[in-house]
């Protein structure tokens, strides 16, 4: 069975404090590994997509990093507007590419 | 781009009675949409995955009496909850792809109250 699990559950930083924050999966087959943002009362918004071992997608504050064994979102200098919960979802071979999601980490930038 | 539209974001309603959530995509043809639940500080639980003109998949526990989905177009897949009960209430989240190997987009959901 696939698992992704997010890691930590929650996470409090100062505001430029520089953090990362992990999803492992165990799945067969990688399709593709998804990271979210989602702010209170709405729907996730989509941040990045990462297909192989090795790929690295940035956007601003946040950089996502893909191993063959999980994904790491970075945070370099965090604002208070980056204070959200963060998913990650893979796709894999084997689930017709139905998404399994992490838990999220819930994440607070103190100002 | 890849703009999902959810409404109502926001429903009361007495318990019995039938409530239809609308999702649509406004610049991509969703050839799959899937709809979501979410509890308080929970992450999303899947319902159910629909792709355009073909039945709905449910998942395992998800009665499909109760929650019927129809993806009639390209642009819209529908969530009706039929006679809602109060532990019907919760956060429903609508999403849409265009490709399998695609991210999904989600609208913002709607937060469902039955008195």
């Not at chain 2, 109502?8 to 799959?32: H, M, N, Y």
């Not at chain 2, 809602?84 to 429903?92: L, T």
Request: with cysteine.
């Amino acid at each position: 069975e696939d698992q992704v699990t997010q890691s930590p559950e929650a996470l409090r930083l100062q505001e430029g404090e520089s953090s990362s924050l992990n999803c492992s999966y165990t799945v067969s087959g990688l399709r593709g590994l998804f990271w979210y943002r989602q702010d209170p009362g709405k729907g996730p918004e989509f941040l990045f997509t990462l297909y192989s071992a090795g790929e690295e997608k940035e956007k601003e504050r946040l950089k996502a990093t893909l191993t063959k064994k999980e994904s790491f979102l970075h945070i370099t200098a965090p604002k208070p507007e980056d204070s959200a919960t963060y998913l990650c979802a893979v796709h894999t071979s084997g689930g017709s590419y139905i998404p399994t999601f992490g838990r999220g980490t819930s994440l607070i930038v103190h100002p | 781009g890849a703009v999902v539209s959810q409404h109502p974001s926001w429903v009361i309603c007495k318990s019995g009675t039938s409530v239809k959530i609308e999702c649509r995509s406004l610049d991509f043809q969703a050839t799959t949409m899937f709809w979501y639940r979410q509890f308080p500080k929970q992450s999303l639980m899947l319902m159910a995955t629909s792709n355009e003109g073909s039945k709905a998949t449910y998942e395992q526990g998800v009665e499909k009496d109760k929650f019927l989905i129809n993806h009639a177009s390209l642009t819209l897949s529908t969530l009706t909850v039929t006679s809602a009960h109060p532990e019907d209430s919760s956060f429903y989240i609508c999403s849409a792809r265009n490709r399998e190997d695609q991210p999904q987009h989600f609208g913002d959901g709607t937060r469902l109250s039955i008195l």
